[in-house]
């Protein structure tokens, strides 16, 4: 049986469980993770003051129970292993990770895979604002790995972008792809204003119903159906991610951009006429 | 006048002021002060530190860094990337909590400070306009006494006064804003060239006798006057200087130029590390060191003091207010960046940087600032400084003195820099090595007296009792790093690297007389062009901590 966390607590103070990740834990008695020190505010308390801790650590693999809408940094700079939430979550799951797989069967607030180094996050509901995006004043944000979002998302999806892959099965914000310096971000439901704007690499794909006017900064470089979209397709398939039946065979525009930065990156919208 | 004695016990002590060189000694505290031994031999401490087999120095002097105002307060919200991943300053019973990086907080930069054995700093490039966010600054950097420069090498009444040719009314402007600021003493950065910079796009001057437009003077005369000025004042810092070209290829001839441009004033060139490159005009291709040339010329010109600016790799965080060169370093880093305008006075460029030992220019600046160390004859006149945060952090010195006290852990990492250092620059064939007597004379006794402190930076009755004391060790960074105990005032504030009592540390202040009838021109000048009126300007006394004025020489 996998260590089980379910939360207890009742408090409006942020409850922050950074540094609990299954090679931290792994090993560890029920009672030593119980001690296992956490961030309630500013005090810093044992973890069981918060959970009620069984199972056993030693297969890598946590699973946190109940309402974690006010519990941050679960699975933060995690390298290995898995972390089940089943419920909703609060901000900062998996940031800065490097390997391992994150599953929330739920909603997740912002920063999902902030500034994220490997690994798969896999959001089963929605998620907030700033997935996968770089943290305020660094240069580059995610570099590697994969964070797929089944629902709908906020806005700065994908900020400052440097590798990896995004997808969004819902709709999204404003500002998806903003200044990316490479990687891809792929929008499945409907766009808000300025995507990809500044983007200096990298690959935007927005296949929602209606297309979103993009900047002015960006051209248009023709309709084709690139193939690679469809090795995408199926790995994201591969990882449980549901890819609409039109999008296999619609014909996409090309444009590039954005103009104002490098101009190396591309947006690629869906033609809602398929061929 | 308290009784209370405390007494420092067997020590081997460093006093190059008065010739100890590694002496077993006694000091005497009292009253925050040394003083002579009781002559009554029945007198006993209050307090004993037996000292016996310990490194006893005045405390560190950091003559030249940049830690408080509106320039290291932007640089510290400018990087919010760094402070995430930095060390941090943990509250405890005595000490406040705070953020490192390469611009740490104010608290933490006291506390910092003081664990490393320094008991004062000056803050090298004030705006006056920003002079009382400085001092509200200062009151939050504990441990450490401070002062600042204040900078006027392109101040639009300092410019004005040389065009009329008004000698005596740059005088009385300079010591009635050093009064009104509560500065040290005036800081030229590139003299003209950040004027130009803010009139006219991607402006700046390249030699000492370009013209600065509008004001029709040129970067010759703003150090000539305002360093002879400073002379007639008598102020017991020189005028400071922060020369034309900064980081230029060739700008060797530039620093010639205004060391030669001083005459018979006293002038200290600040970072000198920054200012001897040799090569083409903004050619790296045949950027060199020009170390020997200027070492020379500063050795056989007893006006002219340094302080070495040394680079070391490692990320960090340039402030300037050498506006051009700010903008001219983010062009070269593609790093974000930050430039303002601060009215008739300065202006100001900060960008983040990384200096690597795999670039043949960044490693020519290592070799190159000690190369500076290593060749000048006379220690009085070099001073160690990184140019904190420019050239690297203050917590680097003990480093530096590695590197100078070991010629071997010197030579292992000269291994590890680009390889054509080796024929660009002298450095490898180097032999000196540093001694305990010429570290205390760079880093305490050499910037007291180049700052004109008479009680600082040296044991004797009537100085600061500002004392570090080393545990020694071969291995000399560790030595400089931890000192065993650091006293400030006749107080022990860190023991064992750890912060006991942080005291506040004074304010260093200069208060020149002026001639007051400029003032009505003063008023006019203000109330015309300046954001802030005139009688609001000045600080007074009584808004500053444990201020002390500094006495003219």
Not at chain 2, 413 to 435: F, N
Request: glycine share 12%; hydrophobic share 35%; charged share 20%.
């Amino acid at each position: 049986m996998s260590l089980t966390l379910r939360y207890k607590a009742n408090t409006s103070v942020p409850v922050e469980v950074e540094g609990l990740t299954p090679s931290a834990v792994r090993g560890l008695s029920v009672s030593e993770i119980e001690r296992f020190e956490i961030f309630n505010g500013n005090r810093k308390l044992p973890l069981a003051e918060f959970f009620d801790v069984s199972g056993d650590s030693a297969d890598g693999r946590i699973e946190f129970l109940g309402n974690l809408s006010g519990v941050h940094w679960i699975g933060a700079k995690m390298s290995e292993g898995e972390i089940h939430v089943r419920g909703d979550v609060g901000r900062h799951v998996g940031s800065e990770m490097t390997g391992g797989t994150i599953h929330v069967h739920g909603n997740a607030s912002d920063w999902v895979g902030g500034e994220m180094h490997g690994g798969l996050i896999h959001v089963h509901g929605n998620a907030g604002h700033l997935i996968g995006s770089a943290y305020r004043g660094s240069k580059v944000g995610m570099t590697a790995g994969t964070i797929l979002v089944d629902g709908s998302v906020g806005n700065e999806v994908g900020l400052t972008l440097r590798r990896g892959l995004v997808a969004i099965g819902g709709a999204c914000g404003d500002f998806v792809g903003f200044n990316m310096a490479a990687g891809t971000v792929l929008v499945f439901g409907q766009c808000g204003n300025r995507p990809a704007a500044g983007m200096r690499r990298g690959t935007v794909g927005l296949f929602g119903g209606t297309p979103p006017t993009l900047l002015v900064s960006f051209r248009k470089s023709g309709v084709f159906k690139p193939l690679f979209l469809q090795l995408i397709f199926r790995q994201l398939q591969s990882l449980g991610f549901a890819v609409p039946s039109d999008c296999w065979t619609a014909n996409y525009s090309l444009y590039s951009g954005d103009h104002v930065a490098l101009g190396r990156g591309e947006v690629l919208i869906r033609e809602t006429t398929a061929s | 006048m308290s009784t209370a004695y405390f007494k420092i016990a067997g020590g081997t002590v460093y006093d190059p002021v008065h010739g100890v060189d590694g002496e077993r000694r006694d000091i005497w505290i009292r009253d925050g002060k040394i003083v002579a031994a009781p002559s009554d031999p029945d007198v006993r401490p209050d307090r004993t530190l037996d000292a016996a087999g310990l490194v006893v120095m005045p405390g560190g002097i950091d003559m030249h860094c940049h830690i408080a105002g509106p320039k290291v307060n932007t640089a510290r919200k400018m990087r919010p990337e760094e402070k995430r991943k930095a060390d941090k300053v943990v509250r405890t019973s005595t000490t406040r909590s705070g953020t490192m990086g390469s611009v740490p907080s104010t608290f933490a930069t006291g506390y910092k400070y003081a664990g490393m054995g320094y008991t004062t700093a000056f803050d090298a490039a004030i705006p006056p306009l920003a002079a009382r966010h400085v001092h509200e600054e200062f009151e939050d950097t504990p441990c450490i006494d401070k002062g600042f420069f204040v900078l006027m090498g392109n101040n639009h009444y300092v410019m004005q006064s040389i065009h009329r040719k008004e000698p005596e009314r740059l005088r009385s402007f300079i010591a009635w804003l050093l009064g009104a600021a509560k500065g040290y003493t005036p800081k030229l950065v590139n003299p003209g060239g950040v004027e130009v910079w803010k009139q006219l796009q991607g402006g700046n001057v390249h030699g000492l006798d370009e013209n600065v437009a509008h004001f029709d003077v040129t970067p010759r005369q703003i150090i000539e006057q305002v360093s002879r000025a400073v002379d007639q004042l008598r102020l017991p810092h020189s005028v400071h200087i922060h020369a034309n070209n900064l980081g230029m290829p060739g700008n060797w001839r530039t620093t010639l130029e205004t060391m030669k441009a001083l005459g018979d004033s006293r002038g200290h060139l600040s970072h000198i590390q920054f200012h001897s490159y040799g090569g083409g005009e903004a050619d790296e291709n045949t950027f060199n060191s020009k170390v020997v040339e200027l070492a020379e010329y500063v050795d056989a010109h007893p006006n002219i003091t340094v302080d070495v600016g040394q680079v070391l790799f490692g990320e960090t965080t340039t402030m300037t207010a050498d506006g051009p060169l700010g903008y001219y370093l983010s062009n070269s880093f593609g790093n974000k960046w930050f430039s303002s305008d601060t009215e008739m006075e300065s202006g100001c460029g900060i960008t983040p940087i990384e200096y690597k030992n795999t670039s043949l220019v960044h490693s020519l600046q290592w070799a190159i600032g000690l190369e500076w160390y290593l060749l000048a004859k006379d220690p009085w006149r070099v001073v160690m400084s990184t140019d904190h945060p420019n050239g690297g952090s203050f917590l680097a010195y003990p480093e530096i003195v590695q590197l100078l006290m070991d010629r071997t852990y010197r030579e292992e990492t000269l291994k590890h820099v680009h390889p054509a250092v080796l024929e660009r620059s002298t450095l490898a064939g180097l032999t000196r090595e540093y001694s305990l007597y010429e570290i205390c004379i760079i880093t305490r006794s050499g910037p007291a007296r180049i700052l004109g402190l008479a009680n600082k930076g040296h044991l004797g009755p009537g100085a600061d009792a500002d004392i570090t004391i080393y545990t020694p060790n071969d291995d000399k960074k560790v030595m400089f790093e931890l000192p065993r105990v650091v006293i400030k005032s006749g107080v022990v504030i860190v023991d064992q690297g750890e912060v006991r009592e942080p005291v506040n540390g004074k304010l260093l202040y200069v208060a020149p007389e002026w001639d007051v009838s400029i003032e009505t021109d003063l008023a006019a000048w203000f109330e015309k062009y300046y954001s802030v009126r005139f009688r609001n300007y000045p600080i007074p006394l009584d808004y500053l901590h444990e201020p002390e004025e500094v006495a003219c020489r």
